[in-house]
């Protein structure tokens, strides 16, 4: 019997960004969360995957999105298109005014340390702006849970975000800054 698991292999994991929204039935939305500011509006998502943040600040969209690499992606305004491995910094601004930072990391630990980070995260999760815990592989494995906290300013929004694949014992880690 095949089981479809709702994450894809840690390693297939690519961070990409766009200067354009990017439609979201691209995606398997597990929860979504929308912010209406003054400056800014944005959406927040999380995915099978991992998660999509679209801002969109003076007549402009800035696209965030953590992903399964094996999915086919539009190249059309893309900024950005990285595997995840290991730690990255990137970050630029947009004629818009828009800046944009974030540090994104693929981390793969020991038995225990995962264990103790899910347990912490599973801890976050009723105090998390999104969370979503995936089913387990099987009944005695830990569930796979993503879950985002979002600071929100005037003039800023910051997310971070968290993902955990207990199969491969990993954790994707990433924190956006998006000032306008």
Same mark, same amino acid.
């Given at each position: 019997? +095949? =089981?479809?698991?709702?994450?894809?292999?840690?390693?297939?994991?690519?961070?990409?960004?766009?200067?354009? #929204?990017?439609?979201?039935?691209?995606?398997?939305?597990?929860?979504?969360?929308?912010?209406?500011?003054?400056?800014?509006?944005?959406?927040?998502?999380?995915?099978?995957?991992?998660?999509?943040?679209?801002?969109?600040?003076?007549?402009?969209?800035?696209?965030?999105? %953590?992903?399964?690499?094996?999915?086919?992606?539009?190249?059309?305004?893309?900024?950005?298109?990285?595997?995840?491995?290991?730690?990255?910094?990137?970050?630029?601004?947009?004629?818009?005014?828009?800046?944009?930072?974030? #540090?994104?990391?693929?981390?793969? =630990?020991?038995?225990? =340390?995962?264990?103790?980070?899910?347990?912490?995260?599973?801890?976050?999760?009723?105090?998390?702006?999104?969370?979503?815990?995936?089913?387990?592989? +099987?009944?005695? %494995?830990?569930?796979?849970?993503?879950?985002?906290?979002?600071?929100?300013?005037?003039?800023?929004?910051?997310?971070?975000?968290?993902?955990?694949?207990?199969?491969?014992?990993?954790?994707?880690?990433?924190?956006?800054?998006?000032? =306008?």
């Amino acid at each position: 019997m +095949n =089981v479809h698991f709702a994450r894809p292999d840690v390693s297939s994991l690519v961070f990409h960004v766009y200067g354009r #929204s990017v439609h979201p039935e691209l995606f398997r939305i597990h929860a979504e969360r929308r912010y209406d500011l003054d400056r800014f509006s944005a959406i927040l998502r999380l995915c099978d995957a991992g998660h999509q943040i679209e801002l969109r600040h003076n007549g402009q969209t800035l696209t965030e999105i %953590a992903a399964d690499g094996e999915q086919e992606f539009p190249k059309h305004r893309r900024l950005l298109d990285r595997k995840l491995r290991g730690f990255r910094d990137d970050g630029f601004r947009l004629e818009s005014g828009l800046k944009y930072q974030v #540090s994104y990391q693929l981390e793969r =630990v020991d038995p225990e =340390v995962f264990s103790n980070l899910h347990e912490e995260l599973i801890n976050d999760c009723p105090r998390a702006d999104l969370a979503y815990r995936f089913p387990p592989a +099987n009944r005695l %494995a830990a569930e796979p849970i993503s879950l985002i906290r979002a600071d929100l300013s005037p003039r800023s929004l910051l997310v971070h975000a968290y993902h955990t694949f207990p199969e491969s014992l990993a954790i994707v880690k990433s924190q956006s800054l998006f000032e =306008v």
